[in-house]
Nanobody, 111 residues
Framework: QVQLVESGGGLVQPGGSLRLSCAASGSIFSDAMRWYRQAPGKERELVAVIITGGFTNYADSVKGRFTISRDNDKNTVYLQMMSLKLEYTAVYYC??????WGQGTQVTVSS
């Protein structure tokens, strides 16, 4: 069964931290895994990417605050988010190659 499940979102105050997880079924866990986010009324934005072997890249808006990592044994990718800002409020997704998207996880940064 093809499955992609994001989790770990929630309500956090500005400056706080969250760790998102994305568990994928083995058949779709890709060499390149990405985190996107979409805020209300805005276009979907690529936040971070990680490729097997360790290459990572980040949107300028999150550099130094977010860290993407993966556990290939668990078919899971993570997004450690620190020093969160109000404008990071969005639904976060981690699609796999082939057009597979999960339901996303809501991150709300609010005081």
């Amino acid at each position: 069964q093809v499955q992609l499940v994001e989790s770990g979102g929630g309500l956090v105050q500005p400056g706080g931290s969250l760790r998102l997880s994305c568990a994928a079924s083995g058949s779709i866990f890709s060499d390149a895994m990405r985190w996107y986010r979409q805020a209300p009324g805005k276009e979907r934005e690529l936040v971070a990417v990680i490729i097997t072997g360790g290459f990572t890249n980040y949107a300028d808006s999150v550099k130094g605050r977010f860290t993407i990592s993966r556990d290939n044994d668990k078919n899971t990718v993570y997004l450690q988010m620190m020093s969160l800002k109000l404008e990071y409020t969005a639904v976060y997704y981690c699609p796999a190659d082939g057009g597979y998207w999960g339901q996303g996880t809501q991150v709300t940064v609010s005081s």
